[in-house]
């Protein structure tokens, strides 16, 4: 199955748009939230859904906050960068993703692209501002605050394994035993 390019650059226009809801929600609490939480909104009034201003100069849940300044830039900027570079070469490269892959490709892309432009244009860390009470889940009470970009990563990175499970191969033929 060859994909012509215009077909593998149309999942392209939901990267797009994850950059621009990120980055227009992350510049409207930026621009009008206080840092570190002392305004917050309670969404509907019963704890569920908080919306708070928070930086996170680590990776997601923090981690790596103890590392040491020098290293950073390395670790949460470069590498993201060349990873993210080998996969847009691979997506484009591979005849093998189906098209549903290839839009949660494409918003995995544009996740993992506005947190990079946060950590390269925020000297402060990556804005984030949405928390969810998960009522003692895994010990806590509300998951780590987060963004739309971290959101979209995760939500397609669950698509794109389903989407690899879906087209995965059964063996055609009688079983050997």
């Known amino acids: 199955m060859n994909e012509s390019t215009g077909s593998k650059l149309l999942p392209f226009s939901l990267t797009a748009l994850i950059l621009l809801l990120d980055q227009g929600t992350k510049f409207y609490i930026a621009s009008n939230w206080p840092l570190q939480g002392s305004l917050i909104k ?5 704890d569920l859904l908080y919306i ?3 930086r996170n100069k680590a990776i997601a849940f923090s ?5 040491p300044e020098s290293l950073r830039p390395l670790l949460f900027i470069v590498i993201p960068i060349l990873v993210l570079g080998f ?6 490269s591979s005849q093998d993703f189906s098209r549903f892959q290839r839009w949660a490709f494409a918003g995995i892309i544009g996740g993992g692209l506005g947190n990079i432009i946060d950590r390269i244009f925020r000297p402060d860390g990556v804005v984030d501002f949405i928390s969810i009470r998960i009522f003692g889940i895994f010990g806590m009470e509300r998951w780590p605050t987060f ?31």
Do not use: M, Q
Request: proline content about 4%; some cysteine; charged content about 15%.
């Open 147 to 177: 963004n739309v970009a971290d959101s979209s990563v995760v939500i397609c990175c669950f698509l794109f394994l389903i989407g690899i499970l879906r087209s995965s191969k059964k063996p055609e033929g009688p079983v050997e035993t």
């Open 42 to 46: 309670d969404v509907f009034n019963n």
């Open 63 to 67: 981690l790596g906050h103890n590392l």
């Open 87 to 92: 996969l847009v070469w691979f997506y484009f």
């Open 52 to 54: 708070l201003h928070v």
